[in-house]
C-alpha cells in the first residue's frame, strides 16, 4: 500500500496563488512515478480551480469539511453530493480547528464520515488530543474515544476511511510529536482498527502535527504511520514534494 500525503490548505489560497502552487507541483512531477499518493484539500470556493488544474494529473483533491446532511435549510454548508460534483476524492473531517471552534462532536464527525461514504468520497478522520489531555495522561483514551465513534457509525465500512492523527498541540505550532510519541498513538489505533476489522492494515493512519520536509523521512519511517496531512508545508511546492519523496 501506497502511503497517502495529503496537503491542507486551510483557510488560505486565491486564484493566482493556487494556479502558481498547483503548476509548482505538477511540473515537479514530471517524468517520474510519485512515491506516495497524494491530495491537495483546499477551501470549498477554489475547488473547481482544483479539479481544472489537476484532472488526469497523479494529484487528487478534497474538501476540509462536508455536511453530515444530504440537502436542504443550511445555509453556508457543502454537501457531499456538491463536492462529488467538483470531481473530490477525499474529505476532512472532525479536524481539531473544527472540533475546537465550531463545537463538533465524536457523533457529528461520525456522521459526516458516514454521509461522504456513502456517495463514495473517502473521509479523512481527524483525532487528537490537546496539551493538557497529553499532560494529563489521557492521550489513548482520547483518541481511541474519537475513532470509536467513526467506527460505531460506519461500521463494516470502516476499510474505505482515512485516519489522521494529528496532536492538536502539534498543530501550526511547530512543535511536533517524536517519532517514537507519533508511532505509539499510531500503533494504539492500529490495534482499534484491528478489533474492528480482519483488514486494519487496508486504513491509512496518517500524521499531521506539523509534519515538514525535514522530519517527515523519520516519521514516515516508522511501521504504522501511513502518510501525512500536511498544513504549512503543502503551501510551498517543493517542500510538499519533498514529503512526497520521502515516502520510498
Given amino acids: 500500500m501506497k502511503k497517502l500525503i495529503a496537503g491542507n490548505w486551510k483557510m488560505n489560497g486565491s486564484l493566482a496563488a493556487n494556479e502558481a502552487l498547483v503548476k509548482a507541483m505538477l511540473e515537479g512531477l514530471q517524468g517520474a512515478e510519485p512515491a506516495a499518493d497524494m491530495a491537495l484539500c483546499a477551501p470549498a470556493p477554489y475547488l473547481a480551480q482544483l479539479q481544472s488544474l489537476l484532472q488526469g ?3 487528487a483533491w478534497g474538501g476540509q469539511d462536508v455536511s453530515a446532511h444530504e440537502q436542504g435549510a443550511y445555509t453556508g454548508e457543502v454537501s457531499v453530493a456538491m463536492l462529488k460534483e467538483f470531481g473530490c476524492r477525499y474529505a476532512i473531517v472532525g479536524h481539531s480547528e473544527r472540533r475546537q471552534y465550531h463545537g463538533e ?8 464520515a458516514q454521509r461522504a461514504l ?4 473517502t473521509p479523512i478522520v481527524c483525532v487528537g488530543e490537546t496539551l493538557a489531555q497529553r499532560e494529563a495522561g489521557e492521550t489513548e483514551a482520547v483518541v ?3 475513532l470509536a465513534a467513526a467506527i460505531h457509525t460506519v461500521g463494516h465500512c470502516i476499510t474505505e476511511i482515512v485516519v489522521a492523527y494529528e496532536p492538536v498541540w502539534a498543530i501550526g505550532t511547530g512543535k511536533t510529536a517524536t517519532p517514537e510519541m507519533a508511532q505509539a498513538v499510531h500503533a ?3 490495534a482499534q482498527l484491528a478489533a474492528a476489522t480482519t483488514h486494519p492494515k487496508r486504513v491509512h493512519i496518517l500524521y499531521g502535527g506539523s509534519m515538514n520536509a525535514a522530519n517527515a523521512a523519520s516519521l514516515l519511517a516508522q511501521p504504522d504511520i501511513d502518510g501525512g496531512l500536511i498544513g504549512g508545508a503543502s503551501l510551498k511546492a517543493a517542500d510538499f514534494l519533498q ?3 520521502s515516502a520510498r
Fill in 118 to 121: 456513502a456517495a463514495g468520497v
Fill in 243 to 245: 514529503i512526497v519523496a
Fill in 105 to 112: 462532536t465524536d457523533e457529528m464527525v461520525a456522521a459526516k
Fill in 188 to 190: 494504539v489505533l492500529r
Fill in 144 to 146: 481511541k474515544r474519537q
Fill in 57 to 59: 494529473s497523479p494529484i
